[in-house]
Protein backbone atom coordinates (compact mmCIF):
# COMPACT_ATOMS: atom_id res chain seq x y z
CA UNK A 1 0.00 0.00 0.00
CA UNK A 2 1.47 3.57 -0.71
CA UNK A 3 2.02 5.35 2.14
CA UNK A 4 3.74 8.79 2.34
CA UNK A 5 4.92 10.73 5.60
CA UNK A 6 5.21 14.02 5.75
CA UNK A 7 7.57 15.51 8.63
CA UNK A 8 9.53 18.92 9.00
CA UNK A 9 7.00 20.75 10.32
CA UNK A 10 7.25 23.66 13.07
CA UNK A 11 6.89 27.37 14.26
CA UNK A 12 9.21 29.52 12.94
CA UNK A 13 9.59 33.34 13.15
CA UNK A 14 8.91 35.62 10.14
CA UNK A 15 11.38 35.04 7.42
CA UNK A 16 12.67 31.69 8.65
CA UNK A 17 13.29 28.79 6.91
CA UNK A 18 12.25 25.47 7.09
CA UNK A 19 12.56 22.00 5.06
CA UNK A 20 9.60 19.63 4.88
CA UNK A 21 10.32 16.14 4.01
CA UNK A 22 7.79 13.60 2.18
CA UNK A 23 8.56 9.82 2.33
CA UNK A 24 7.28 6.81 1.13
CA UNK A 25 6.97 3.20 2.13
CA UNK A 26 5.72 0.36 0.62
CA UNK A 27 6.81 1.31 -3.24
CA UNK A 28 9.59 3.35 -5.00
CA UNK A 29 8.88 6.81 -5.42
CA UNK A 30 10.26 7.54 -8.26
CA UNK A 31 7.29 6.43 -10.45
CA UNK A 32 5.27 9.23 -9.33
CA UNK A 33 5.04 12.91 -9.66
CA UNK A 34 4.78 14.18 -5.77
CA UNK A 35 2.45 17.58 -4.52
CA UNK A 36 2.96 19.41 -1.79
CA UNK A 37 -0.91 20.76 -0.72
CA UNK A 38 -1.41 23.21 2.53
CA UNK A 39 -4.47 23.66 4.39
CA UNK A 40 -5.07 26.67 6.80
CA UNK A 41 -8.02 26.84 8.90
CA UNK A 42 -11.10 27.80 7.62
CA UNK A 43 -9.25 27.73 4.01
CA UNK A 44 -9.55 25.78 1.24
CA UNK A 45 -6.61 23.22 0.26
CA UNK A 46 -4.04 24.90 -1.50
CA UNK A 47 -1.69 23.11 -4.26
CA UNK A 48 1.63 24.60 -3.61
CA UNK A 49 4.06 22.81 -5.73
CA UNK A 50 4.24 19.54 -8.13
CA UNK A 51 7.81 17.85 -9.05
CA UNK A 52 7.57 15.23 -12.08
CA UNK A 53 8.59 11.55 -11.42
CA UNK A 54 12.13 12.34 -12.37
CA UNK A 55 12.54 15.89 -10.81
CA UNK A 56 13.40 17.67 -14.27
CA UNK A 57 9.96 19.72 -13.97
CA UNK A 58 8.44 21.70 -11.66
CA UNK A 59 5.62 24.01 -11.11
CA UNK A 60 4.72 26.52 -7.71
CA UNK A 61 2.04 28.79 -6.74
CA UNK A 62 2.33 31.94 -7.48
CA UNK A 63 2.08 32.92 -3.69
CA UNK A 64 5.16 31.01 -2.80
CA UNK A 65 7.24 31.23 -6.03
CA UNK A 66 10.70 32.53 -5.67
CA UNK A 67 10.16 31.62 -1.72
CA UNK A 68 9.90 27.75 -1.59
CA UNK A 69 11.69 24.95 -3.85
CA UNK A 70 10.25 21.51 -4.38
CA UNK A 71 13.18 18.79 -4.97
CA UNK A 72 13.70 14.70 -4.72
CA UNK A 73 15.95 12.26 -4.06
CA UNK A 74 14.65 8.95 -5.96
CA UNK A 75 17.63 6.86 -4.01
CA UNK A 76 15.94 8.34 -0.41
CA UNK A 77 12.60 7.71 -1.87
CA UNK A 78 12.16 10.76 -0.07
CA UNK A 79 10.55 14.32 -1.35
CA UNK A 80 11.56 17.83 0.05
CA UNK A 81 9.70 21.26 0.08
CA UNK A 82 12.20 24.16 0.79
CA UNK A 83 10.55 27.28 2.27
CA UNK A 84 12.49 30.66 2.59
CA UNK A 85 11.59 33.36 3.91
CA UNK A 86 8.38 32.40 5.29
CA UNK A 87 5.34 34.90 5.91
CA UNK A 88 2.53 34.21 8.73
CA UNK A 89 -0.04 33.45 5.73
CA UNK A 90 1.79 30.17 5.36
CA UNK A 91 0.89 28.97 8.25
CA UNK A 92 -1.02 25.94 7.18
CA UNK A 93 -0.78 21.97 7.84
CA UNK A 94 1.27 20.69 4.33
CA UNK A 95 0.70 17.44 2.83
CA UNK A 96 1.98 15.72 0.45
CA UNK A 97 0.82 13.32 -2.20
CA UNK A 98 1.06 11.64 -4.77
CA UNK A 99 -0.08 11.93 -9.02
CA UNK A 100 0.86 10.39 -12.41
CA UNK A 101 1.98 13.61 -13.86
CA UNK A 102 1.83 17.28 -12.63
CA UNK A 103 -0.44 19.57 -14.28
CA UNK A 104 -0.79 23.10 -14.30
CA UNK A 105 -3.47 23.03 -12.20
CA UNK A 106 -3.22 20.97 -9.05
CA UNK A 107 -6.11 19.58 -8.24
CA UNK A 108 -6.38 17.44 -5.25
CA UNK A 109 -9.08 14.84 -6.46
CA UNK A 110 -6.23 13.88 -8.81
CA UNK A 111 -4.10 13.22 -5.84
CA UNK A 112 -3.46 9.74 -3.70
CA UNK A 113 -1.93 8.72 -0.98
CA UNK A 114 -2.09 11.31 1.02
CA UNK A 115 0.15 12.28 4.26
CA UNK A 116 -1.28 12.99 7.69
CA UNK A 117 -0.04 16.14 7.26
CA UNK A 118 2.79 18.58 9.01
CA UNK A 119 2.12 21.59 11.43
CA UNK A 120 4.02 24.74 9.88
CA UNK A 121 3.33 27.65 11.92
CA UNK A 122 4.78 31.23 10.98
CA UNK A 123 5.25 33.71 14.17
CA UNK A 124 6.89 35.81 16.11
Known amino acids: QLQLVESGGGLVQPGGSLRLSCAASGFTLGGYAIGWFRQAPGKEREGVSC????????NYADSVKGRFTISRDNAKNTVYLQMHSLKPEDTAVYYC?????????????????WGQGTQVTVSS
Open 97 to 113: AAVLACRATMSSPSFTS
Open 51 to 58: ISSSGGST
